[in-house]
């Protein structure tokens, strides 16, 4: 994991140490952290605290206020996928990252 997926996924957890854990865990920040594509408690809780706290964990990246938009739109919809079209440009814009072809 490089250092600035660490810095925002700490970020990340000590805003959703301010809510109650939805399963009634601890809401605590597991030290050491998950690799991110096992850190649930981002996956999911995240979903559940109030905007305030989507709007604050957003709010790190570039264009992170147009991310929250897009994504709640997309769980809004029984659609949860990005069409391929807009993959690409969605974690450009987001993340910085382009997205290999095929």
């Known amino acids: 994991m490089n250092s600035r997926q660490t810095v925002w996924q700490l970020q990340w957890h000590e805003i ?8 009634g ?9 998950l690799e991110l594509e096992s850190d649930f408690r981002l996956h999911f809780n995240l979903w559940q605290v109030p905007l305030e706290a989507r709007l604050r964990a957003f709010a790190i990246f570039p264009c992170g206020t147009e991310m929250l938009h897009e994504l709640s739109d997309i769980f809004l919809r029984s659609e949860c996928r990005l069409r391929p079209n807009r ?15 095929g």
């Open 87 to 101: 993959q690409s440009a969605f974690c450009e814009r987001a993340f910085g990252l382009r997205t290999m072809p």
């Open 16 to 23: 959703l140490n301010d809510y109650p854990d939805p399963d």
């Open 25 to 33: 865990g601890a809401s605590a920040t597991r030290a050491p952290l």
